[in-house]
Antibody
Framework: EVRLVQSGAEVKKPGESLRISCKASGYNFADYWIAWVRQMPGSGLEWLGVIYPGDSDTRYSPSFQGHVTISTDKSFNTAYLQWSSLKASDTAMYYC???????????????????WGQGTLVSVSS | DIVMTQSPDSLAVSLGGRATINCKSSQGVFFSSNNKYYIAWYQQKPGQPPKLLIYWASTRESGVPDRFSGGGSGTDFTLTISDLQAEDVAVYYCQQYYKTPQTFGQGTKVEIK
């Protein structure tokens, strides 16, 4: 069974740093993109970025570039999302998800997200 | 970025009734080489992560009840829930995976009337 298990809820102060994790099991971790998605309280889903563990190729949404860092550790089958200086506006639920990919001729296209991790709630308040 | 706009924001449907959710993309999401629309639909129940329902605009994920169906063409897509059940109360999101960033609609909340 393919599973993504995320680290537990965090309570932080503005300006603090944080790294949350997403541990994969049930498949070859290096072969699939992992995406991170933000959901602010009472709001919808926002795509932060994606990483390919095989070669650490990383793409960010322009809205989040420079504020978060996505990384992986293949030896632990784990992806990470980190902040160097949190803001109150970072308060949200963060999900990781495995991104399916499809071959179209000789090109690989990124596709839908499945499965998703259970989410990590990050609360930032002074 | 491709903007995904869903309508309505919420709807209430009687048990056994039909719910139709619309999703419009701000630009085309059709890839001619494989003749596919790069659209997925997700269901999110309270306190749970999103769950994949539909991909390629109309392909039902394994294990998803056949009362869920997806359709559409061009830049207009629909998710239809036939014979609405109590367990279908949730927020539904469309997503395009045609271009990075892979954007979502704002969500449609489905309730029981």
């Amino acid at each position: 069974e393919v599973r993504l298990v995320q680290s537990g809820a965090e309570v932080k102060k503005p300006g603090e740093s944080l790294r949350i994790s997403c541990k994969a099991s049930g498949y070859n971790f290096a072969d699939y993109w992992i995406a991170w998605v933000r959901q602010m309280p009472g709001s919808g889903l926002e795509w932060l970025g994606v990483i390919y563990p095989g070669d650490s190729d990383t793409r960010y949404s322009p809205s989040f570039q420079g504020h978060v860092t996505i990384s992986t550790d293949k030896s632990f089958n784990t992806a990470y999302l980190q902040w160097s200086s949190l803001k109150a506006s970072d308060t949200a639920m963060y999900y990781c998800a495995r991104q399916q990919q499809v071959e179209v001729g000789s090109v690989t296209h990124k596709a839908w997200f499945d499965p998703w991790g259970q989410g990590t709630l990050v609360s930032v308040s002074s | 970025d491709i903007v995904m706009t869903q309508s309505p924001d919420s709807l209430a449907v009687s048990l056994g009734g039909r719910a139709t959710i619309n999703c419009k993309s701000s630009q085309g999401v059709f890839f001619s080489s494989n003749n596919k629309y790069y659209i997925a639909w997700y269901q999110q129940k309270p306190g749970q992560p999103p769950k994949l329902l539909i991909y390629w605009a109309s392909t039902r994920e394994s294990g998803v009840p056949d009362r869920f169906s997806g359709g559409g063409s061009g830049t207009d897509f629909t998710l239809t829930i036939s014979d609405l059940q109590a367990e279908d109360v949730a927020v539904y999101y469309c997503q395009q995976y045609y271009k990075t960033p892979q954007t979502f609609g704002q969500g449609t909340k489905v309730e029981i009337k």
